[in-house]
């Protein structure tokens, strides 16, 4: 337990150097608020286990908010399958997510992918998906499940469409080992139903081994998993509804500039305690000068001349 944690405790130290690092060189040197909110809330001292909605105008740093925290959890550990899932509506958002985990994401030793349907679906399995490598002159049976499939990637950023699209034929392709689930541009996906990417990929997570085989007949092929369950079973925990569940269990990330608040919509995410996190114009707010006055001499007055009246004191 101790060696396990102290390892950890070193990754995490060497990830963040690299993190640092990789900033200062992108002429980072501070962070928006926005992102040491989100920092705070999922690997500094308020860390808890528990579900983010952002909500935070354009050009507040939103996209490093999550990529950074993101990338660093991940690099505690060295294992290669997808791990985090990023969706958002169109290819030129997505476009630029990729661009920013591709800037961080290498430094610690994760890959970064794009299914957008910018390039054939083909191109995009030959990123996403390792093959065996099939020695010369020895006979296989093309009918045998490829049991040796992985996933060539950490972190991918998809479109909704082309998130589908793997989902269905891309053999290999699993969501199983799921640690993060970032759903920018939330009204919109929310509002425009994309193939029911959102149920099916809830459902996906949700489900146990056979129903992923009754649901999608490719999970088959990649059904044991190479790695094993990269999870375990909680058997107690401080907050309610945190006893037997998954550790790690999935965290999910929805940020939009315009968060709606409608309990009916974010239901749709199911979300594990949310935290609400805003910046920007707040609201309401105090007036530049604020001034405060003591009644106490007042009040002493105001009680002396109701008691007197009340019980006719000479």
């Not at 705070?40 to 286990?49: A, C, L, N, W």
């Not at 996906?204 to 056979?210: E, K, P, T």
Request: hydrophobic share 40%.
């Amino acid at each position: 337990m101790y060696c396990i944690a102290f390892c950890e405790y070193v990754c995490r130290r060497c990830g963040l150097h690299r993190l640092e690092v990789v900033l200062q060189k992108m002429g980072i040197t501070s962070l928006f608020p926005v992102q040491v909110g989100v920092w705070q809330d999922t690997i500094g001292p308020g860390s808890f286990e528990r579900d983010l909605c952002i909500n935070s105008p354009t050009g507040s740093g939103k996209t490093l908010a999550y990529a950074l925290p993101i990338v660093q959890m991940l690099s505690t550990r060295a294992v290669r399958c997808l791990r985090a899932l990023v969706v958002l509506p169109t290819r030129d958002l997505a476009l630029q997510v990729k661009e920013v985990f591709s800037a961080i994401a290498p430094a610690v030793g994760l890959s970064v992918s794009l299914a957008v349907g910018q390039s054939s679906i083909a191109d995009e399995i030959s990123e996403l998906i390792k093959r065996p490598k099939l020695e010369a002159g020895i006979c296989y049976d093309p009918e045998a499940p490829l049991l040796h499939l992985r996933s060539s990637v950490d972190i991918l950023v998809a479109t909704p469409g082309r998130l589908m699209d793997h989902i269905n034929s891309t053999k290999g392709f699993t969501l199983e080992h799921l640690s993060y689930l970032v759903v920018d541009e939330t009204d919109r996906l929310l509002r425009e139903a994309y193939q029911s990417w959102l149920p099916t990929v809830l459902q996906l997570m949700r489900s146990s081994d056979g129903d992923l085989r009754s649901l999608f007949p490719h999970t088959s092929t990649f059904l044991p998993s190479t790695f094993g369950s990269l999870k375990t079973i909680r058997r107690s925990g401080v907050e309610r509804g945190f006893k037997s569940k998954a550790y790690p269990r999935l965290m999910k990330m929805v940020l939009s500039a315009t968060l709606t608040q409608d309990p009916s919509k974010l239901a749709q995410l199911d979300l594990h305690h949310p935290l609400l996190l805003t910046t920007g114009q707040r609201r309401y707010q105090l007036p530049e000068r604020l001034e405060s006055f003591q009644l106490v001499r007042l009040l002493i007055i105001a009680l002396y001349m109701w008691y007197t009246s009340t019980y006719q004191v000479p």
